[in-house]
């Protein structure tokens, strides 16, 4: 990998660590508790895993660069994400002994400025 690569790979990270960030703090100041971050296993990772009440919530959080022609961080959410979170869920929910609880799956769309501030935050419930 040269270093160009290897910036793009740490800016990336760093992107994706802010707006994970930003999420959680999103769902502690509305009420949630926050379970896990990063929760991996073989089928996939999750990104935050909250409780509202008592429903669990599986939460994908996307991020996207103000400005960019790319489509909306939320666009950015396709069958085969969709199918990787929710067998990624079961394997969660097998493994935290929660099987039967009511479970939902949200996402979280961060729009980063260039200085990785918060331009926009939007919290979907039951994207999926």
């Known amino acids: 990998m040269n270093g160009r690569q290897g910036k793009m790979k740490d800016n990336r990270r760093q992107k994706g660590a802010a707006a994970e960030r930003a999420a959680a703090d999103l769902l502690l100041s509305a009420g949630y ?67 039967g609880r009511e479970v939902r799956f949200d996402v979280v769309a961060v729009e980063l400025g260039r200085d990785l501030s918060i331009a926009a935050i939007n919290h979907i419930q039951g994207a999926f």
């Open 33 to 99: 508790r926050i379970r896990d971050r990063n929760w991996r296993c073989r089928s996939g990772e999750l990104d935050v895993v909250a409780e509202d009440g008592g429903v669990i919530v599986f939460v994908e959080v996307r991020s996207r660069t103000a400005g960019t022609s790319f489509g909306t961080a939320a666009e950015s959410v396709n069958f085969r994400k969709i199918r990787q979170v929710r067998s990624t869920a079961e394997v969660y929910l097998h493994a935290q002994r929660l099987e």
